[in-house]
């Protein structure tokens, strides 16, 4: 069984920084496409990045690149979504996403809520 366990979001002013982890269990990874979505109060949820398990290829929307950087750590079973340079617009749930063949996972998401 997958799980998928978020963890880091908080409370922080524009401008500042936050790593949210997303530590994944179950089984081997590699061959997946570990993703983060996000999702701001009243707005539907939107892709944030995404990153090979086994390659390493990232992937980011336009909104966050430049900003925000995704990486993993093979040996912690960790994805890591590190946030700079946050704003407002950034408050959201944020979700780690497992995905392979037809078959996608989530986690239960972690908030993020950013002050001005």
């Known amino acids: 069984q997958v799980q998928l366990v978020e963890s880091g979001g908080g409370l922080v002013q524009a401008g500042g920084s936050l790593r949210l982890s997303c530590a994944a269990s179950g089984r081997t990874f590699s061959g997946y496409l570990m993703r983060w979505f996000r999702q701001a109060p009243g707005k539907e949820r939107e892709f944030v990045a995404a990153?090979?398990?086994?390659?390493?290829?990232?992937t980011y929307a336009d909104s966050v690149k430049g900003r925000f950087t995704i990486s993993r750590d093979n040996a912690k079973n960790t994805v890591y979504l590190q946030m700079n340079s946050l704003t407002p617009e950034d408050t959201a749930v944020y979700y780690c996403n497992a995905l392979v063949a037809d078959m996608a996972y989530w986690g239960k998401g972690t908030l993020v809520t950013v002050s001005s």
């Open positions: 990153i090979s398990w086994s390659k390493g290829t990232t």
